[in-house]
């Protein structure tokens, strides 16, 4: 998914009839925690809600997936720092039709379900 001409790491899932973008991290942007000496409370509603989100957001494997913006922009300043000129720019893209992909997804998750065929 694309946000302000970036892209996104993303989780498209049908929630009581309508359709939840949850916009993700990639793992580089995850920073690690550190020494949590004092947690803040959290209730039990707090933590079955937490238990339920992770539950549900279970299956995708976002190891398998790379940011190509952040992967696009080490190679520029790479490039630069060794002395070399940039690129120009590209053309922008069209927008992406979102429902044909969402169909096509369904068709694909139908025929996956049907052992390939429709």
Known sequence: ??????????????????LVLHTLHWP????DPG????????????LNLAELL?????????????DDYAQAL???VDTLAAGGKAAPPREPQPPMD???????SVRDAQRARNGGHM
């Open 74 to 76: 080490n190679l520029l």
């Open 98 to 104: 979102l429902m044909a992909a969402l169909e096509e």
């Open 35 to 46: 020494d949590l000496s004092s947690p803040a409370p959290t209730t039990d509603r707090e």
């Open 1 to 18: 998914m694309a946000l302000r001409s970036r892209e996104r790491l993303s989780v498209l899932r049908p929630r009581n009839g309508i």
């Open 54 to 66: 992770m539950t549900e957001m279970a299956g995708v494997d976002i190891t398998e997936l790379h």
């Open 28 to 31: 580089e942007e995850i920073r």
